[in-house]
């Protein structure tokens, strides 16, 4: 149990691919642990590895349906579209709108390396995408149709 | 990701603030944020539209319901607060549906997610408070202050309640205020051009969409429940138009015959001049126009979903003369920029941003526009001279001030026989008709016809 840091803007381990997964270690469940308290205690709903500072292709997110571990996971098909507001843990205080499918079908393997499939819609959906992303070095902002905006407290 | 995904909440408060800080209209802001997410479902899409529409509808009568409660004026309360219990208390006091505990911990929410923690608790007093004592909540009395309980009730500024009450009575202007709060089904023209009525009647019934016929005009009909009109594939094919029936009463009483050329002078969204054409049957040209490119673009869209050919959209400022039409056209439509106090129970946010003053500058304008248009009509040809509004001065006004007119000669012509019996009427036999909401079944709107003497 530990919070981890996590990277934020310029850190360049944000731009890095991530390796696949091979087994899972005590390592990587510790890893996997601290990710999820890690994500809880700062208020999201998904973090990835890289963002704590590991190029593994691991994933987490819990839009408010309870934790889900994602392990080298692909998306298998896209349906629809979705336009929101889209923010980042790695980048506080900006928020900016971006499409995402509406539905994904998304394979992965869970914390036994078991294969699992799992059909998103909605904020779920968009998590997934959001998180896979970290994967290939992508970061949302890479991906808005309108300008980052800085995030106003009235 | 951050946890900052907006829910259906989140998007009525954004409305609301913008609609408050006099950033646009509430319809445009709900069709601008359900068209960014198509893909919610139609429950949710009706609860967005409802909750933002009708908090700004019902904005009087929420305002004095809350400020029996709080001790701070609506009108003093930062922004994002006084949007969150506008809307608390819409869900409170209009809606059934709603639970009293979902209604006011949402908005209390929504505030301090915006970062207003502090003032968190007084949302929550409020509208708790609200909810407690909803049904003993004291008003103004209908007999000792009929024209407050008129506006608090209806939430009609009092300056507009006080006209109407002047020019058609107490019991007319209640029935039309209500009339404004009611819902009412969409109204369409079926372009003819492409399918009969017949055929898309049955087309959108397959598809469980509530199908009625139209109250005066053979080819309108009335539709409701469905989601999206922009993802009916019949509106998509350009079928029909979305088309309030005074509206089509225009080209009814404008007696379109083939081959006639018409110019359409203030013509965006484009109803009434794509009804022109559909009438010329492909015959003819219809000269749209209107004052800017964004309109154009909106009328250039209609037409192309419509698919009619005889009609040319330009952008033009109707104060400026175009020489080239000078007695060029057999029929001038002159739908000009009014008041627009007739339409709204579509468009609520009117009521609050209208005045007296404005609308003296409207006939102002009204009649500088006339005095150019008027001259684009034949020796012989036709004006239509209508409004969407409810206001002597822009309506009975300017037409009696067309016919005194000096320089360019006009008559009235008699438009009964155009019209279904009921709408038939003394002053229609003089030329013009002032429909009102309530007393007949569309919106508030005036027309008037006029013949070119000289």
């Known amino acids: ?154 | 990701m951050e946890k900052q995904f907006p829910n259906e909440r989140e998007w009525i408060l954004d409305i609301l603030i913008e609609v408050d800080k006099n950033q646009g209209f509430v319809n445009q802001l709900v069709k601008q944020t359900l068209d960014k997410n198509q893909f919610i479902d139609k429950q949710k899409r009706n609860f967005v539209k409802r909750v933002a529409q009708g908090t700004v509808e019902r904005q009087i009568y929420l305002d004095y319901v809350i400020e029996q409660f709080s001790k701070v004026k609506v009108k003093k309360m930062k922004p994002l607060i006084r949007a969150a219990i506008r809307m608390g208390a819409y869900q409170l006091l209009c809606m059934d549906g709603v639970p009293s505990s979902a209604a006011c911990n949402e908005s209390v929410t929504l505030v301090k997610k915006r970062g207003m923690k502090g003032l968190s608790g007084f949302v929550n007093g409020v509208l708790r408070n609200i909810a407690r004592n909803k049904d003993n909540i004291s008003f103004p009395e209908e007999q000792k202050e009929p024209l407050q309980f008129l506006s608090i009730q209806y939430s009609m500024p009092q300056w507009i309640v006080t006209k109407w009450v002047a020019l058609y009575g107490y019991e007319m202007t209640k029935t039309m205020l209500e009339a404004f709060l009611k819902e009412a089904p969409l109204s369409v023209r079926v372009n003819e051009t492409k399918i009969t009525k017949d055929e898309l009647v049955a087309a959108l019934k397959k598809q469980d969409i509530n199908v009625e016929n139209g109250a005066y005009c053979s080819n309108a009909i009335k539709i409701s429940g469905y989601n999206y009109l922009g993802k009916i594939k019949e509106w998509k094919e350009g079928y029909f138009q979305v088309q309030d029936e005074s509206s089509m009463l225009v080209c009814q009483i404008a007696d379109i015959k083939p081959d006639n050329i018409i110019i359409d002078v203030c013509a965006a969204p484009g109803g009434k001049a794509t009804h022109a054409a559909q009438l010329l049957n492909q015959t003819g040209m219809v000269y749209a126009r209107d004052l800017t490119e964004q309109k154009v673009e909106l009328m250039k869209e209609n037409l192309t979903r419509l698919g009619l050919t005889n009609m040319q959209i330009t952008c033009q400022d109707a104060l400026v003369l175009d020489e080239e039409m000078l007695e060029k056209a057999d029929v001038v439509i002159a739908d000009l920029p009014c008041s627009g106090l007739g339409v709204i129970g579509k468009k609520s946010d009117i009521k609050y941003n209208m005045t007296e003053e404005k609308q003296k500058e409207l006939v102002k304008l009204q009649r500088d526009i006339l005095s150019v248009v008027c001259k684009y009509v034949k020796k012989g040809g036709t004006l239509i001279y209508s409004t969407c509004t409810i206001n002597p001065e822009e309506n009975e006004e300017n037409f009696r001030w067309l016919l005194e007119n000096k320089d360019v000669k006009f008559e009235a012509v008699d438009i009964s026989s155009y019209l279904p019996k009921e709408l038939q009427e003394e002053t229609t036999k003089q030329g013009y008709l002032q429909l009102l909401p309530g007393k007949h079944s569309c919106d508030g709107f005036f027309m008037s016809r006029l013949r070119r003497k000289n």
């Open chain 1, 1 to 154: 149990m530990a919070i981890r840091n996590i990277r934020v803007e310029e850190d360049e381990i944000l731009r890095k691919k991530c390796k696949e997964v091979k087994e899972v270690t005590e390592r990587t469940r510790t890893l996997i642990d601290d990710m999820l308290d890690t994500m809880y205690e700062a208020e999201g709903v998904g973090l990835a590895a890289p963002q704590v500072g590991i190029l593994k292709r691991i994933v987490v997110i819990d839009v408010g349906e309870g934790p889900y571990v994602l392990i080298n996971p692909r998306i298998t098909k896209v349906e629809g579209e979705q336009v929101g507001d889209e923010g980042c843990l790695s980048l506080p205080g900006k928020v900016a709108v971006v499409p995402r499918p509406y539905k994904v079908t998304c394979v992965a393997y869970d914390e036994d390396m078991e294969e699992y499939e799992i059909e998103a819609e909605d904020l779920f959906a968009r998590a997934i995408c959001h998180e896979l992303d970290h994967l290939e070095g992508i970061l949302y902002i890479d991906k808005a149709t309108e300008p980052v905006r800085m995030v106003t407290e009235e």
